[in-house]
Nanobody, 116 residues
């Protein structure tokens, strides 16, 4: 069983930045693709960013140029650096570990609120 623990959420003003972290319990973290998703109230959970085991990245169009996903395999941790935040970025952000091509394990989520 894999445990994923997110941290770094909070309240930030529009235009501000936050960095989310997701620590994985699995010692073979490095071989898995990892992703960040988000879910706003009343909406479905959507992909934000994905990073492959090899370091390739993919982003939702709405966050391209503002968000950066990265990973530190030595620390079993994946990050999401968020900049130029807008109110529409307000959501619960979830980390996931892929099993093959689909999300297999999820963290508990961390709330990000962008408001003045």
């Amino acid at each position: 069983q894999v445990q994923l623990v997110e941290s770094g959420g909070g309240l930030v003003q529009p235009g501000g930045s936050l960095r989310l972290s997701c620590a994985a319990s699995r010692s073979i973290f490095a071989i898995y693709d990892m992703g960040w998703y988000r879910q706003a109230p009343g909406k479905q959970r959507d992909m934000v960013a994905i990073i492959s085991a090899g370091g390739s990245t993919n982003y939702a169009d709405s966050v391209k140029g503002r968000f950066t996903i990265s990973r530190d395999n030595a620390k079993n941790t994946v990050y999401l650096q968020m900049s130029s935040l807008i109110p529409e970025d307000t959501a619960v952000y979830y980390c996931c570990q892929y099993i093959g091509s689909i999300p297999g394990y999820w963290g508990q989520g961390t709330q990000v609120t962008v408001s003045s």
